[in-house]
């Protein structure tokens, strides 16, 4: 008897249309790993899979061992060609719930039924780097999400970031050359600080809008859970009156905007590359979901295509919230992780050409060639196109589309008349009206002169990028400096550097000066953005605690320490969600019986970026090892909430820690209130308070 196969742990899956379990979650791969017994790709039971046939043990390798060669062919071809950009990305299920609030504007049920829940998978990438690249280098990150309506799918392929490099997509190809890595050698990866990219945006300088948003906290998020999402274009919603209207799409994440610090970044890259992905993973197996509002931007659809003199077809602009505030409409919950990264989060299709009824295009002349790209990039991503056929990319509704044949066709088709019109299939399939959810453009005017050429309206490339900047707090514009700063410095062409500086003094002589004065060039004069209506919605400090769900704190402790304090405090911790890890100096466990304490991470193992506060026991031994000290200094640098009880302050204190400063926690017990401020001071983010003395000696002096 074969041995018994355990059965599958992963979440029940839907039933495959032959009516079986479908094991993997997913909707058709019933024949993939069926039965209990290695066999090749033919079904033909094998006895070894670990020697290849030979002419006697020392023999030559024999040309007829056709599983040998199987495998090894199968194997030759596991790789398929990365995404030409966002080839980086982690992705996950989930379910959106619609609040039902966007009734009046648009008739996709998806959006307009109080209550409706509809599957989602979301992915979340880097632009720049290839797919082995670390999460948390500084670029734009891709959030895209695929919504499997009842009245086919919807993709939502946007960014962190609600502006772009360029205003019409024939300049795509362009941007991407000079931000990837140099042609020649092949460095660097997966980021922006390069001549090749400086040298495109100080001439594109249309770029200015997005590049200064990349140089912001936006361009190094804390983990997906606390990014913004924006579908950037504007789109037009059709409501079931037939009456339009335009908007921009927002994601609002529950656990508030958060980002990295730049050189929690840089240690993250190397000590973690999977920062993000990791937190997303873990996050969903612990429970602590993922977790967005939808929201719109709703501009009336009055025939100008623009909005309080924005023109809304420039994909460069925002319109401020504060002008017309974002709509909440639904929330979207991410919950699931894929059961296998190849075949979901690798080979799912997204295409901005997926739209429902409810939701139309405009004449952004970027999302015009997005329309074009998805599908085409698919065709070489996916080998043919079929691709609509892998089961993550499937609709979760009946599909009768007349395509037929090509590379990896998985359907088999019945009937004769794969066209329209046709008697020999009764005429099926019939065509649907608007009435029967057919996709029915809104009729709308086109008229013109074929021209190259943009319109007036988007030749401002610098009011916005002001707007931006003097709208940041003092200590975010302080990042902003030290990112270009940074950035350019990398630069070797002196010609590039000089260049950029006269963009920057374009948009604020501050900000043009102090990078300036960073890398050691005079700053130019120009004439920069005068007095701008600034937006407070675009800084991300707050200074209300958020939620602390999947947030992790860090506890050092020895056999010594208090640990009936530490299960107190990680009572208190779970209750919110979020984890509480002990940090020791050597693994195992601490204590024994009720009080005992596993630890999670030792001196060697721990590094500050992982948590979000750390914590010294009290009864926590002194000790000089200088990896404690990196721990403890580096947490106090990045300006994150730290605490000690009893007499754990001494640990502090050797580090250079006291109480004085802001963020600093002492408490003599583990005490209710102890573990409410320190949930308080995590649920900011920061001890910003700290933040201006520890940036003060990264940053160059203003002049
Ligand atoms: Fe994309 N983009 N893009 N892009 N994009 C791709 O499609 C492209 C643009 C975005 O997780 C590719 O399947 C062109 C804007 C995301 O799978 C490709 C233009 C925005 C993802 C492509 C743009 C995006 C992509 C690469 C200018 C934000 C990852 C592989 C006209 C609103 C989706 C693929 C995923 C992926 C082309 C502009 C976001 C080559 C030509 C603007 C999030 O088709």
């Excluded at 039924?113 to 734009?140: H, I, M, N, Q, Y």
């Excluded at 453009?441 to 931006?468: K, L, W, Y």
């Amino acid at each position: 008897m074969p041995p018994r196969r355990k059965k599958d742990q992963s979440a029940p899956g839907p039933t495959s249309p032959t009516g079986g379990e479908v094991r993997s979650g997913l909707a058709g791969d019933v024949h993939a790993q069926a039965g209990d017994y290695l066999t090749t790709a033919q079904g033909l039971r094998l006895p070894d899979t670990d020697h290849a046939l030979k002419a006697g043990d020392r023999g030559p390798t024999l040309l007829e061992d056709f599983h040998l060669r199987e495998k090894i062919t199968h194997f030759d071809h596991e790789r398929i060609p990365e995404r030409v950009v966002h080839a980086r990305g982690a992705a996950a299920h989930g379910i959106f719930e619609s609040y039902g609030t966007a009734k009046s504007v648009t008739k996709a049920g998806f959006l307009s039924e109080k209550g409706r829940r509809t599957p989602v998978f979301a992915r979340f990438s880097t632009v720049l780097g290839s797919r082995g690249s670390a999460d948390t280098v500084r670029d734009t990150r891709g959030f895209a999400v695929k919504f499997y309506t009842d009245e086919g799918n919807f993709d939502l392929v946007g960014n962190n970031i609600p502006v772009f490099f360029i205003q019409d997509g024939i300049k795509f190809p362009d941007i991407v050359h000079a931000a990837k890595p140099r042609p020649d050698r092949e460095i660097p990866q997966a980021q922006s600080a390069h001549d090749t990219f400086w040298d495109f945006v100080s001439l594109h300088t249309e770029a200015t809008h997005h590049v200064i948003w990349n140089m912001s906290d936006r361009g190094i998020p804390r983990s997906f859970r606390t990014m913004e999402g924006f579908g950037i274009h504007t789109f037009r919603l059709v409501n079931d009156a037939g009456a339009t209207s335009l908007v921009k799409f927002h994601w609002k994440p529950l656990a508030g905007i958060h980002s990295l610090e730049w050189e929690e970044a840089q240690i993250a890259a190397g000590v973690d590359p999977d920062f993000h992905r990791r937190d997303m993973a873990d996050g969903i197996e612990a429970g602590a979901f993922l977790e967005w509002e939808f929201g719109i931007q709703v501009m009336p659809d009055d025939g100008t295509d623009s909005f309080e003199g924005i023109d809304l077809l420039d994909p460069t602009k925002i319109v401020p919230e504060e002008l017309a505030p974002v709509q909440l409409i639904g929330k979207l919950t991410l919950d699931r992780n894929p059961t296998n990264y190849f075949a979901e989060t690798e080979q799912v299709a997204f295409h901005t050409g997926n739209l429902v009824p409810g939701i139309e295009v405009t004449n952004d002349p970027l999302m015009q060639a997005r329309l074009f790209s998805y599908l085409d990039t698919q065709l070489t991503r996916l080998g043919g196109p079929n691709f609509a056929q892998l089961p993550i990319n499937r609709p979760h509704v009946p599909v009768n589309d007349m395509l037929r044949d090509g590379m990896h066709q998985t359907a088999v088709h019945t009937g004769v008349a794969p066209y329209r019109p046709n008697s020999l299939d009764d005429g099926r399939p019939l065509v649907a009206t608007a009435d029967e959810g057919g996709y029915v453009q809104t009729p709308r005017p086109i008229e013109g002169t074929a021209v190259r050429a943009n319109p007036t309206s988007f030749e401002d490339h610098f009011t916005q990028p002001a707007m931006f900047y003097r709208s940041l707090t003092e200590l975010e514009q302080g990042h902003v400096v030290a990112a270009y700063t940074f950035e350019l410095g990398k630069c070797f062409e002196q010609a590039i550097k000089e260049r950029q500086l006269e963009v920057l003094a374009r948009i604020d002589s501050g900000l043009c000066e102090q990078v300036a004065t960073g890398l050691g060039l005079p700053a130019p004069k120009a004439d920069p953005v005068g007095d701008v209506t600034l937006s407070p919605a675009l800084s991300q400090i707050s200074d209300v605690p958020g939620p602390i769900a999947g947030r992790k704190i860090g506890v050092v402790a020895d056999a010594g320490s208090d640990l009936a304090g530490i299960e107190k405090l990680r009572t208190a911790v779970l209750k919110e969600g979020a984890t509480l890890l002990v940090i020791a100096p050597v693994g195992g466990v601490l204590g024994r019986g009720a009080r005992k304490q596993v630890v999670d991470r030792t001196l060697l193992t721990a590094r500050s970026i992982e948590f979000d506060a750390v914590v010294v026991a009290g009864g926590t031994t002194p000790t000089n090892d200088i990896k404690l000290v990196i721990l403890l200094q580096e947490a106090f640098r990045h300006s994150k909430a730290m605490g000690a009880w009893g007499d754990g302050a001494a640990i502090l204190a050797a580090a250079g820690i006291t109480s004085d400063a802001p963020g600093v926690l002492l408490g003599d017990t583990v005490v209710k209130r102890f573990s409410a401020d320190l949930m308080a001071a995590v649920g900011l983010h920061r001890a910003w308070d700290r933040a201006p003395a520890v940036m003060a000696s990264a940053v160059p002096p203003a002049v």
